[in-house]
């Protein structure tokens, strides 16, 4: 667990200020595991109260039921490991509802693992997943009402039309028989499969086949959704309102969804959480990470980081490539005082603008430096 | 466990929209036409000897009884064949997840999936009695000895099935599986053919056998300690089948 003192960057110490001010569901929970009393599991039990659910004002004995304001999602310190390999190691996340959190990172990074810890089929090896407040694996019962789980890979009865098949999908989320048909329509009607509702979906296109495992996902109106890659095997066109209905979800539910594809994470989350070799190394608002945007600087000379650090408008260099730099400024100081502090020290400047990358940076400098983990906010 | 007869149900309705569930029952319920009706000719060929003798064999003993016991050799292939797609085959296209996620308990799934199966196993055994009772119209039949047979036999195929559940719930190819449950089947089945060939029958090994127990209902014999026996096989390779799904959510 990350403490306030670590080292981390400006970006990371605005948000843990940011979050850890916000009770009592602002931020990520910095105490100790909130483990099951499952003894399958390696556990750390603790006599006394847990401080990551005290912190969320639980108790293992009393949860408190969901409600607007609570988080639909926490995930307190939990770490997962399959064959004897870390896969997620201590990772702290909340999720409230109407929060779309986008889960960015490489292939292997620990998405999908973490995905599945989160929609109640994989138990964490320790920690804690709770859903609004009860511990998923101890009130499994929770998930199937209150979660919408999409894999990786659809998971499609290819001897079921697509209709039968959310029938089935309802029926098994709990929805009452005489309500399941106005279910069906509903989730059919949002992921347009009108035309293909006949079908069975063993014949149907890649891009379908996604949109009925997003249907079967929203199917029973769930608190929380999860999306393994949804856009996966989408067209453009069908990406574009796989986001807007992503956004809509989000109106009523809290969405996790993961991918490695940054446009996305940019056009419907609110909130992004990189992790890298099964650790979390960041995690942001975006509007955030847009107002602290730092300035891109392209000189001529190749200079080194202390030449930047000598300017005393600057709080920060970083290298992009040898001559190509991210600078980001003390407050209060003009980008014309830069400009003209790189002219007088003759850097050659031929470009200076601001970073509208940001994001993509820290996903990059993140996954390029797998042994330097980031501050999680 | 409201889920289970949904899974159950699910699990019908997929394998009879299937060709393959139809093939499997028309083909052994052809062989055992065919068997039925050689059997039903010699029988008739040789009624009216059998007539002048006292203490003479029946139908039942020699068309009922051979037909059962053709059905609970064809078990051992046709058990294996109706479970190896209900959990591999859900692994395998990736469908298990659905179950999973959906807060269903391990049981309950693997439960759902044996009563799915079980309902074609069940399905041929109840069609392969129905031929010997239309003889019933022309001849005195022992029912109280067809209802026996019938129950062993529907014990036995149970037992076939949970174990051919368990084999499929290791496995995310449904051939091994199939393959796993023939021969795990057909062991327990022919266990203490050793023992008998060397004329030992009241052992430990010849309780382990499935025939042992099967072999008092063709007499008309219903003891508890079978039944009991059945049932313990059954719920044992089910309980091994929910293990594995619990593994499969605790250790990945």
């Known amino acids: 667990m990350l403490h306030p003192d670590e080292n981390r960057d400006p970006v990371t110490l ?142 499609l009865y290819g001897e079921l039309n697509v209709e039968e098949y959310l029938r089935f999908c309802a029926r098994l989320h709990g929805i009452d028989r005489h309500a ?114 730092a300035l891109r600087v392209h000189i001529e000379r190749d200079v080194d980081n202390d030449a930047w650090m000598r300017m005393p408008m600057v709080a920060s260099a970083q290298i992009i490539d040898t001559r190509r730099w991210r600078i980001r400024l003390r407050d209060g100081v003009s980008v014309s005082e830069l400009a003209k502090a790189i002219n007088d020290c003759s850097f050659g400047l031929l470009e200076l603008r601001a970073d509208g990358n940001a994001l993509e940076d820290i996903f990059v400098r993140i996954a390029t430096q797998p042994d330097t983990p980031e501050a999680a906010a | 466990m409201s889920t289970l007869p949904l899974i159950a149900g699910n699990d019908i309705k997929r394998q009879f929209v299937q060709p393959f569930a139809w093939i499997l029952l028309a083909l052994t319920c052809a062989l055992l036409a065919w068997q039925f009706l050689i059997a039903l000719d010699a029988y008739l060929r040789i009624a009216e000897k059998l007539d002048a003798l006292p203490n003479s064999q029946g139908a039942t003993d020699l068309i009922a009884i051979p037909l059962l016991r053709s059905l609970s050799g064809l078990l051992l292939l046709i058990a294996p064949l109706a479970t190896m797609q209900s959990l591999a085959g859900e692994r395998r296209a990736h469908t298990l997840p659905l179950l999973l996620a959906a807060g269903t308990g391990n049981l309950a799934i693997v439960l759902g999936k044996f009563l799915g199966a079980f309902v074609t196993v069940a399905l041929i055994v109840l069609i392969t009695v129905s031929m010997p009772l239309m003889l019933e119209f022309g001849t005195a039949l022992d029912l109280g000895r067809l209802a026996a047979a019938s129950l062993g036999v529907l014990l036995f195929g149970a037992s076939l099935t949970a174990i051919g559940i368990a084999c499929s719930a290791w496995t995310t190819h449904p051939a091994l599986a199939a393959a796993a449950a023939l021969v795990i089947g057909s062991l327990l089945a022919m266990i203490d053919m050793g023992a008998r060939f060397q004329g030992v029958d009241n052992a430990l090994i010849n309780w382990l056998s499935l025939s042992t127990h099967l072999e008092p209902f063709y007499s008309g014999l219903i003891a508890s300690v079978d039944i009991v026996y059945f049932l313990l096989v059954t719920l044992l390779a089910l309980l091994l089948a929910a293990r594995r799904l619990d593994s499969l959510r605790t250790r990945g």
């Open chain 1, 14 to 155: 605005l948000l843990f200020n940011l979050y850890s001010k916000s009770p009592p569901f602002g931020g990520f929970f910095f105490g100790k595991p909130a483990s099951s009393q499952a003894p399958r599991r390696a556990m750390h039990e603790e006599a006394t109260v847990d401080p990551a659910l005290a912190l969320a004002g639980l108790s293992r004995n009393n949860p408190r039921r969901m409600n607007e304001s609570s988080p639909v999602l926490s995930l307190a310190r939990v770490s997962r490991q399959l064959s004897g390999r870390v896969i997620v190691e201590e990772l702290d996340l909340t999720l409230a509802r109407g929060e779309v959190l986008g889960l960015l990172g490489v292939n292997g990074a620990g998405k999908s693992t973490t995905l599945r810890m989160m929609s109640g089929m994989l138990a964490p090896s320790s920690g804690a997943v709770l859903l609004g407040g009860d511990d998923l694996y101890e009130n499994p019962q929770r998930a199937r009402r209150d979660i919408g789980y999409l894999p990786e890979e659809p998971p």
């Open chain 1, 180 to 293: 399941v048909k106005p279910a069906v329509e509903k989730a059919i009607e949002r992921c347009e499969l009108g035309e293909m509702r006949q079908r069975l979906t063993s014949l149907l296109s890649k891009g379908f086949r996604q949109r009925v495992g997003l249907a079967q996902a929203i199917v029973h109106e769930p608190a929380l959704i999860v999306l393994d890659e949804p856009a996966s095997g989408l067209d453009p066109i069908q990406a574009l309102r796989l986001r807007e209905l992503i956004r809509t979800l989000a109106k009523d539910h809290a969405v996790v969804l993961s991918t490695h594809v940054l446009s996305d994470v940019l056009a419907c989350c609110d909130r992004v959480a990189i992790l890298h070799q099964g650790r979390l190394r960041h995690s942001a608002v975006l509007s955030e990470i847009d107002a602290d945007s």
